[in-house]
């Protein structure tokens, strides 16, 4: 089993950045392919960035290219997603994810990840 602890969400201005952290335990970290995914109220969750097992792989959903970078550090179990730029439409739950595929299937499967964390709210004010 592994289990996900998302920290570092919080309000934030637009045009600022704001770094989430993925803190993982309970398998080896660096089997897993790493994704992080959001939910704004009443709409669907998406797909936002993932990360190879390696790290030498990254993927990013449209609307956050240039803005959002995924990284990892396997010595530590964690994944982090650095945000900048921030608009109101951040505005969300952001949620971690694991699962033994690829990063590449995390990223146009939105469901069925291996395991999930709580999620951390960011919230961006104009």
């Known amino acids: 089993q592994v289990q996900l602890v998302e920290s570092g969400g919080g309000l934030v201005q637009a045009g600022g950045s704001l770094r989430l952290s993925c803190a993982a335990s309970g398998r080896t970290f660096s089997r897993d392919a790493m994704g992080w995914f959001r939910q704004a109220p009443g709409k669907e969750r998406e797909f936002v960035a993932a990360?190879?097992?390696?790290?030498?792989?990254?993927y990013y959903a449209d609307s956050v290219k240039g803005r959002f970078t995924i990284s990892r550090d396997n010595a530590k179990n964690t994944v982090y997603l650095q945000m900048s730029s921030l608009k109101p439409e951040d505005t969300a739950v952001y949620y971690c994810?694991?699962?033994?595929?690829?990063?590449?299937?995390?990223?146009?499967?939105?469901?069925?990840?291996?395991?999930w964390g709580k999620g951390t709210l960011v919230t961006v004010s104009s």
């Open positions: 994810a694991a699962d033994r595929r690829t990063a590449q299937v995390m990223s146009v499967m939105v469901h069925g990840m291996d395991y």
């Open positions: 990360i190879s097992r390696s790290g030498g792989s990254t």
